[in-house]
């Protein structure tokens, strides 16, 4: 009985230790892992040990700038869709109709929706051009850049896939390295800016519907975007997956845009908005069948406005 007293009262004195050790380790405070010193029996001078440290407290965490869904200023950049090229008449870009900047209020642009009639001719600027590709983009968005908009719109890449052949398509790398430092130049002169990121549209559509049209046909011959829309009654294997190959490589790069925009907080991508429009034949150009009409612009404005002006 005396030995089994012994033995209850170690563990008690254990039970005991380990409870105060976890006390210390971190629900209580002020514990410390020494035993208690006795109090002296000669007086001496007090030390004063060292001063407990403090943590640094962590900086809140910078809050996303809200969006602003009525910018004063627009700038556009891109290639002939932004520039409306063949949507008035053939081989001439026709900017007064063009889905960003345009002042035609048949189509209802972007910058005439957000400005208004009256600021919309000094307020806004259609800096794209026709035939560019992403590898030029750093340098329209310097122009962008210096007219110090609240917004910019974006809408490039279907050069880089509309190639003679799909062996000359932009590499996806390159196309990503493009668009990187067009954001950065962009963010250089003008930090605030909002950015709005189009998709490039669905080219394999566009062939699918604008095979079904003659004219298209007989225009197509002639070169436009070999790399889809050569020899396009050629249903065959290789010419299918030639094809393919361009819609794959339209889809990386919306990827790259989708991805490289989520990295700035003042940048939106339309989500697929422009890849997912199904553009019928009234919305292409009677005159080449590939590029929107004035129609197929307003469309455009549309899908644009709508993101943007998303709260």
Not at 69 to 96: H, I, K, N, Q
Not at 217 to 233: F, N, P, Q
Request: net charge neutral.
């Amino acid at each position: 009985m005396h030995g089994r007293r012994r033995f209850r009262t170690t563990v008690s004195t254990t039970v005991a230790a380990a409870t105060a050790a976890l006390l210390c380790a971190g629900v209580l405070t002020g514990c410390t892992s020494e035993e208690p010193t006795p109090t002296p029996t000669t007086t001496s001078t007090p030390t004063t040990g060292p001063a407990t440290a403090r943590p640094t407290p962590k900086p809140a965490p910078e809050r996303e700038p809200a969006w602003d869904v009525s910018p004063a200023s627009v700038a556009a950049v891109g290639d002939s869709v932004t520039r409306a090229f063949d949507a008035c008449e053939v081989l001439a870009d026709c900017p007064e109709v063009s889905w960003a900047t345009g002042t035609d209020a048949a189509v209802n642009s972007l910058a005439l929706r957000l400005l208004g009639p009256a600021e919309v001719a000094t307020r806004s600027w259609n800096l794209a051009r026709t035939g560019a590709r992403m590898a030029e983009l750093p340098e329209q968005m310097a122009a962008a850049a210096a007219e110090k908009p609240e917004l910019v719109t974006v809408m490039m890449g279907a050069n880089d896939a509309c190639r003679p052949t799909p062996d000359l398509m932009t590499p996806v790398a390159d196309f990503r390295v493009f668009f990187e430092a067009a954001l950065a130049r962009l963010r250089k002169d003008a930090p605030k800016a909002q950015v709005y990121v189009a998709s490039v549209p669905d080219l394999k559509h566009l062939w699918s519907t604008g095979r079904l049209i003659p004219e298209g046909l007989e225009v197509w011959k002639l070169g436009i975007c070999g790399s889809m829309l050569a020899d396009a009654t050629d249903l065959g294997p290789a010419a299918e997956r030639r094809r393919s190959t361009v819609h794959e490589r339209v889809v990386a790069y919306n990827a790259v845009l989708r991805d490289v925009c989520a990295k700035d907080a003042r940048c939106r991508y339309d989500g697929g908005a422009v890849f997912g429009f199904r553009f019928d034949g009234g919305q292409l150009s009677p005159w080449d069948w590939f590029h929107p009409s004035k129609d197929g612009q307003a469309r455009l404005a549309e899908l644009a406005y709508r993101r943007i002006t998303e709260e």
